[in-house]
């Protein structure tokens, strides 16, 4: 085997590491690399209800087709990812990373010239299905990578998309909103780019399938013994409850914040994005500090805070002006977004030997619940109205409750060893 210090004629370059021999540390050259990439992924994915009002506009939509974009594209992405998570887990495709960013290139370069709903939903499409390929295998290197520093390389890896998530508005803004639909052909340079590094790092993951395979087995033996079948079963579904409330609540800050301070305070479509760009990069801040958090203080304790910790802000939301909604949204974003990288780690070490099949069932609920949600939420905001619609997600924090029944897994390991 050859030693991290050597560096053959044919390793990838600066931004992946050559590390075949298991690391004592994070690998932070790929972990840095793969968050890059997933910042390219997520700024791609966040194009999409960035630019809703230009579309609702220009190819005359109503709120249920607002809609109807979002479910599609979540979907796509939600419904693949435990299948690709699943696979993967017993054949890793390295290279396949790169490929689901092909998928995103093709769905930018159709929406970019999509003339009706049709058209705009197959794009959406592809672009979920990158998405849905990326998440998996993604999620498997940080985990491979993290040098058992879990919650850190999670966040990691995590906060990249967060930060994607909160440029795409930001872009969408700058570049979309003057000079229109076919605008969007630009960002198809984002995507090229990610195929390249995602190139990259499918070479160095491919070097070191052999400790990924020796870090499942050890996983499985290690824990095997440490809950039942049934308590991993209750306690997956109280994770999902959770993912629940979280993306619900995101679907409605996601979608439709900027059209909820247009129709409240009369502001520009610029400025509501503006504003969602303060959210979302709220979110980004929120996502680095869950997971090192989760590594000293336990995941259950990250969880607890996080869901249930949002609940007074979010009740203010609605009737706050436009100034301490700015601060709300901001607030609830730093707390809520610490959640996802605790429950994902979590449901990994709850199912040890499972990274990306666990990988692929949260990424898909969160796409899916986002999806789901948006398609409701804008049913209900043409019917009741865009306040109502805040009003009753305001509550939907209180299923942090639940957390209350999930089993300290630091605690039980501990008497497991004993």
């Not at 198809?188 to 190139?199: E, K, M, N, Q």
């Not at 020796?214 to 306690?235: D, E, N, P």
């Not at 439709?256 to 969602?276: C, E, M, N, P, W």
Request: glycine residues 10%; proline residues 5%; charged residues 10%.
């Amino acid at each position: 085997m050859r030693p991290a210090t050597e560096a053959p004629a044919n390793s990838p370059p600066s931004c992946v590491a050559d590390t075949a021999e298991v690391p004592s540390s994070p690998v932070l050259p790929v972990l840095l690399a793969l968050s890059f990439a997933h910042l390219v992924n997520d700024t791609l994915q966040s194009l999409i209800p960035a630019i809703y009002p230009i579309l609702k506009t220009e190819l005359r939509l109503d709120y249920s087709h607002v809609g109807l974009i979002t479910l599609t594209n979540q979907l796509t992405a939600s419904l693949l990812q435990p299948l690709v998570g699943a696979f993967t887990d017993r054949r890793p495709q390295p290279f396949s990373l790169a490929i689901g960013m092909g998928s995103t290139l093709l769905g930018l370069i159709l929406l970019s010239s999509a003339t009706g709903l049709a058209l705009v939903l197959v794009a959406v499409a592809f672009v979920g299905i990158g998405s849905s390929v990326f998440h998996p295998e993604a999620s498997r290197v940080a985990h491979l990578s993290s040098g058992g520093r879990l919650g850190f390389a999670q966040s990691v890896f995590q906060v990249g998309g967060n930060a994607g998530s909160s440029l795409g508005p930001l872009l969408a803004a700058a570049i979309v909103v003057s000079r229109g639909q076919r605008s969007i052909m630009w960002f198809s340079l984002l995507a090229v780019t990610g195929i390249f590094i995602l190139a990259r790092i499918g070479g160095w993951y491919r070097k070191n399938l052999a400790r990924h395979r020796a870090r499942r087995h050890a996983a499985i033996v290690q824990h095997s013994a440490v809950l039942s079948r049934r308590r991993v079963t209750l306690s997956l579904a109280i994770l999902i409850a959770l993912v629940f409330s979280k993306y619900f609540y995101l679907a409605s800050m996601s979608s439709y914040y900027t059209f909820f301070l247009i129709q409240k305070f009369g502001v520009s479509v610029r400025d509501s994005q503006l504003h969602l760009f303060i959210f979302l990069l709220a979110i980004a801040a929120g996502t680095f500090l869950g997971g090192p958090i989760g590594d000293r203080i336990g995941r259950k304790a990250v969880i607890w805070v996080s869901i249930l910790g949002v609940a007074p802000f979010a009740l203010a939301l609605p009737y706050a002006n436009l100034f301490w909604c700015g601060v709300l949204s901001a607030i609830i974003g730093l707390i809520l977004a610490s959640a996802f990288s605790a429950i994902l780690v979590y449901a990994q070490e709850l199912v040890p030997g499972k990274v990306g099949t666990m990988a692929g069932l949260f990424f898909g609920l969160a796409f899916g619940l986002g999806g789901i949600g948006s398609a409701v939420l804008g049913a209900m905001a043409d019917h009741y109205g865009m306040r109502f619609v805040f009003q009753l997600c305001s509550y939907l924090p209180f299923i942090g409750l639940l957390t209350a029944f999930l089993p300290n897994l630091e605690i039980r390991r501990a008497i497991a060893a004993q």
